[in-house]
């Protein structure tokens, strides 16, 4: 009985998930081509509708566990004032609004979790944010790793037998996320709508809460490092002309591309530039690169970040111009 009603659940869900990404779709098309939405509407592609997610963030925390629906729910909110806000700068913190409210998101999730009893893995859950932020730069590509690491954590809890939560199977979560990630998905991979941060920070989220409870806290930091791995993978040809434009970084490792995941992005480099400062720390041991530390420690607010590039492969600077 009870699996006929997840069933139902579940293709109720789904409908309404992929009804609901449409009509957000077309609300979104009319009024940002009048100026309405500010960054909610990006000149993207002649403009493309941001923060289309919000439709998986409300059935996911409509839907999710009691009480797990909560941090879905809490980074859901703070992701939204991240995509309303935008790039907004407070000169007097020298950090973006949207990513100030993100932070407070993240922090909150954490406190909650503990109150909920996850203890240190609240932790984790929230981290999950950052990688799958970074994976949201090009269609489609966190809704395949949201997809597969899914369809992992049912297959693995199968095997394991894992524990039901709240009277419900251990693959109704990993189940109800694969469920919405495939209604939303088809316009997100043709490239005609953007998840934004209220999408991937929501499915970061409820990724996290899957593998704890695949798993507990070990699940969850052991299928994170795998999650991380394949966004890296992913999204490793437009990381490679990422570090060779922006961080002149030539000849990048697999374990730069893993560190570029794990902590780029605006909140990892404020975190570089409140240990670092104005230094650059010169990374030349040969399994320190194999494993991405010349990502790990490239400080954008050092004086001289070129030294990252070796003399012979630097280009040759312009008539007036130093490098």
Not at 83 to 103: A, M, N, V, Y
Not at 193 to 222: D, P, Q
Not at 265 to 280: A, I, T
């Amino acid at each position: 009985m009870i699996y006929s009603s997840i069933f139902f659940a579940l293709i109720y869900v789904f409908v309404v998930t992929a009804i609901g990404t449409a009509v957000v779709d077309i609300i979104f098309r009319f009024l940002g081509k009048r100026g309405y939405l500010g960054n909610l509407y990006p000149n993207v592609r002649g403009g493309i509708p941001r923060a289309v997610g919000i439709i998986p963030f409300l059935l996911l925390s409509f839907y999710m566990l009691p009480g797990f629906n909560n941090l879905i729910l809490i980074i859901g909110i703070f992701a939204l004032i991240d995509d309303i806000l935008g790039r907004k700068r407070s000169e007097r913190l020298g950090i973006e609004w949207g990513q100030l409210s993100r932070g407070i998101g993240m922090i909150l999730v954490m406190i909650v979790g503990f109150g909920e009893g996850l203890g240190i893995s609240s932790i984790f859950i929230a981290l999950m944010v950052q990688p799958m932020n970074i994976s949201d730069m090009q269609p489609g590509s966190t809704c395949i790793v949201t997809i597969i690491m899914s369809v992992l954590t049912i297959l693995v809890m199968l095997l394991l037998g894992s524990a039901p939560m709240e009277e419900l199977p251990a693959i109704y979560t990993p189940l109800l996320l694969l469920v919405v990630c495939l209604a939303y998905s088809p316009l997100d991979f043709s490239g005609k709508i953007m998840l934004g941060e209220v999408g991937n920070h929501t499915f970061g989220v409820a990724l996290g809460i899957s593998y704890y409870i695949m798993g507990g806290l070990l699940g969850l930091i052991l299928f994170g490092i795998i999650t991380t791995a394949l966004i890296a993978f992913v999204r490793r040809n437009n990381l490679k002309v990422f570090f060779r434009q922006q961080l002149r970084l030539l000849n990048p490792t697999f374990g730069d591309f893993f560190m570029d995941v794990l902590t780029g992005g605006g909140l990892g480099d404020m975190v570089r530039k409140l240990v670092l400062k104005d230094n650059q720390p010169a990374v030349t041991n040969p399994l320190l690169i194999l494993l991405g530390f010349r990502r790990l420690l490239y400080n954008p607010y050092a004086r001289h970040p070129a030294r990252y590039v070796p003399n012979a492969e630097r280009p040759i600077p312009r008539l007036g111009k130093m490098e």
